[in-house]
């Protein structure tokens, strides 16, 4: 029997803090990629952080789990982690953090559509499908609404924004593997390391088959570091596989919509990158139908509590 339940007060401060980290760190990314490509970082960052969790599940007298079968979800899901972060660095190469952020959050709309398919607890209903809607419509919009030159160079301002895109889908992916396999009900810690240990070799080669190995060793460069070892891949990455153990995966995006808010504010507050009428015109209904695709349930009762005082 599936125990797990809707977001209460514990599951909405933590995603709140996670919204926030995770906006961040794509605006930590693109402020130091002249002094360390974003793959190559993510790729150091992982292989550390992997280190760390080892040492956690050590201390808790944790396995891995090999003798149960499910090394091969960790597998499948380490892979489409570090094809997610892959696709993330090379999108930054091109498009702004703030973009990036959007893209890379759509994740929430490719997770429900995979698990209504999959589990019943995670059924869509009408306005969760408006909200997919919406959120389509405005990803058209974002990508061809353009009407003037955004970038030095527009057309790989677009590439970056689609990579962004990928990347949402493999984190979507992601979500659906862990829910739907023996990972639903393991250790956090278990999932983490798969992630990590993947996402580790698949960026340090991608790295090095690209040339984007050269590091220039700034104050900034090794703050990000360890922002992105301790708090990004460690502790928020720990937190997040917590509450999807806890929590019905297609409700914890009730707030996601945060995260691409908060993007946009750090990008043009940190990097003073250009905020786009095009770009605002295409995210506001991405937004909205992501509030929807997450929080369908409960607009779906306040609507009907409404009705019920309206006579």
Known sequence: MDTRKALDSQAIGCMLVL????ALQQVTLKATAQDIAPIFLIGLRSGVAAFLVWLVMLWRGERLGLHDGSWRPGLLVGLLFGLEFMLVGEGLRHTSASHMVVFLYTAPIFAALGLHWRLPAERLGVVQWLGIALAFGGITMAFFGRTQPTAPAPGNMLWGDFLGLLGGMAWGATTMVVRCSRLSSAPATQTLLYQL???????????????????HFTPQVWANLAFHTLVVSFASFLVWFWLLRHYLASRLGVFSFMTPLFGIVFGAWFLDEPIEMSFVLGAVPVLFGIVLVSGGASVTQWWARLRLQMG
């Open 19 to 22: 919204c926030a980290l995770w």
């Open 197 to 215: 240990v993947c996402a580790c070799v698949l960026l340090l080669g991608a790295a090095l088959f690209t040339g984007q190995t050269n590091i």
